[in-house]
Structure formats: C-alpha cells, structure tokens
C-alpha cells in the first residue's frame, strides 16, 4: 500500500505564509508526479501545483508568483510554499502521487487525506 501523509495546514492571517508536506511511503519504485489540489466549499477539486521526476512543475494561474513547489527525491516528499495567501486560498489541500510500485512494476494514483487552510483575519 502507497500512502501519503500531508501535514503544513492551519489558521493564518491575510499576506500570511505557510509550508504543506506531503510524504508518500510504501513500495516505490519511481515517481513520474506529485502535485497538490485544493477544493473549497462547494466547489470543484482544482490543481494547484504539480512537479515532475524531472523536475518539471505547473501552477494554477491564481497562485503563479505566489506558491512554489518544491520536491526531496530521497525521501519522496513534496512541499507546496504559499505567501502572500490571500482568503479565496481557504480550502482543503490534497496531496496527489502518481508513480510506480517496486515490489511489482504497477502504476499507482493514491491521494492524502487532506490538510485545512484557512485564511482570515
């Protein structure tokens, strides 16, 4: 079983910061993309960010030059930087891992379970 643990989320103020973690653990054997998503209430589950095994990302046009996603290799974890959050960026947080089993070679998909942002003053 792949499974990712996804920690980072709580209360902050406008134009404050905040670092998600997402680590997957489990029988690896490769990586092609991990990304986060979020979903608001009443709203669809949107991409955020999502980075490649080489190293490639993608942002949503809405945190552009605001959240940076970042990736440790050795211990397949993925981080997701927000500044400057602003309230329209209160949602749950997912993490998402596409990749490999190494036991057997299998594509898997697995998501975590979701970490609160909220922010408000």
């Known amino acids: 079983q792949v499974q990712l643990v996804e920690s980072g989320g709580g209360l902050v103020q406008p134009g404050g910061s905040l670092r998600l973690s997402c680590a997957a653990s489990?029988?690896?054997?490769?990586?092609?993309?991990m990304g986060w998503y979020r979903q608001a209430p009443g709203k669809e589950r949107e991409l955020v960010a999502a980075?490649?095994?080489?190293?490639?990302?993608n942002y949503a046009d809405s945190v552009k030059g605001r959240f940076t996603i970042s990736r440790d290799n050795a211990k397949i974890t993925v981080y997701l930087q927000m500044n400057n959050l602003k309230s329209e960026d209160t949602a749950v947080y997912y993490c998402?891992?596409?990749?490999?089993?190494?036991?057997?070679?299998?594509?898997?998909?697995?998501w975590g379970q979701g970490t609160l942002v909220t922010v408000s003053s």
């Open positions: 998402n891992a596409d990749g490999v089993r190494s036991v057997i070679r299998r594509r898997f998909e697995v």
């Open positions: 980075v490649t095994s080489d190293g490639s990302t």
């Open positions: 489990g029988s690896i054997f490769s990586i092609n993309v």
